[in-house]
């Protein structure tokens, strides 16, 4: 397993941008794991917002963030970042990173076993 830690939430204005990012470290190999970044809003389920597979070519994204988001990953760093633009007040969520060891991505929650403490991200109008 990754230990994983979030860093570069905030709180922002409408329209604006802020870059996630989650750093791995610890027994795993992070360049053969799957990297996503999920949010969880208060009172709403957890949700899928990006994924990447091991070189960061086969992505995934949630239809809600597409052309507003996107996922990268830096192997030699052990790092993934989600670049957010045009935020909206409905992106404020908690937003965690998870890892998985496989090589492509998935939407369901189960195909990452490492996750982090999560980071906020507030978007106001």
């Known amino acids: 397993q990754l230990h994983l830690v979030e860093s570069g939430g905030g709180l922002v204005q409408a329209g604006g941008s802020l870059r996630l990012s989650c750093t791995a470290s610890?027994?795993?190999?992070?360049?053969?794991?799957?990297t996503s970044w999920w949010r969880q809003a208060p009172g709403k389920e957890l949700e899928l917002v990006a994924a990447?597979?091991?070189?960061?070519?086969?992505?995934k994204y949630a239809d809600s963030v597409k052309g507003r988001f996107t996922i990268v990953r830096d192997n030699t760093k052990n790092t993934v970042y989600l670049q957010m633009n045009s935020l909206e007040p409905e992106d404020t969520a908690i937003y965690y990173c998870?890892?998985?060891?496989?090589?492509?991505?998935?939407?369901?929650?189960?195909?990452?076993?490492?996750w982090g403490q999560g980071t906020q991200v507030t978007v106001y109008s």
């Open positions: 990447a597979g091991w070189t960061g070519e086969e992505t």
């Open positions: 998870a890892a998985g060891a496989a090589k492509f991505p998935a939407g369901y929650s189960g195909h990452y076993d490492s």
């Open positions: 610890g027994a795993g190999h992070f360049p053969t794991h799957a």
